[in-house]
């Protein structure tokens, strides 16, 4: 499975950016993107990696870091194989490397990352 993720950029704070990202390369795991559970992490500057939005794969299910709430969205779009991530009243400290991933439970969790897309907020 393949992750890409795009929409990153500069924006001003108060401004707004939607992240997608498209998954890949289901076929040889005889899984749908709908059976993933899909999100998106970030890493600030100096900071650990933390989950930021996450949603189940039927998209009835969603989570938010406390700081994301009221303006961060998550949403899925099984068909297109592809995950959003509009975020609204950005912040400086928004300011990060964000990065989508898919995870299924089968046994063992199975996770896949993408990319990463800088997201860089100036006041």
């Known amino acids: 499975v393949q992750l890409q993720a795009s929409g990153g950029g500069l924006v001003q704070a108060g401004g707004s950016l939607r992240l997608s990202c498209i998954a890949s390369g289901f076929s040889d795991s005889g899984l749908t993107f709908s059976d993933y559970a899909v999100g998106w992490f970030r890493q600030r500057p100096g900071k650990e990696r933390e989950a930021v939005a996450a949603?189940?794969?039927?998209?009835?299910?969603?989570y938010y870091t406390d700081s994301v709430k009221g303006r961060f969205t998550i949403s899925r779009d099984n068909a297109k194989n592809t995950v959003y991530l509009q975020m609204n009243g950005l912040k400086p400290e928004d300011t990060a490397v964000y990065y989508c991933?898919?995870?299924?439970?089968?046994?063992?969790?199975?996770?896949?990352w993408g990319q990463g897309t800088q997201v860089t907020v100036s006041s």
């Open positions: 949603v189940t794969g039927s998209g009835d299910g969603t």
């Open positions: 991933f898919a995870f299924v439970v089968i046994g063992a969790i199975q996770d896949y």
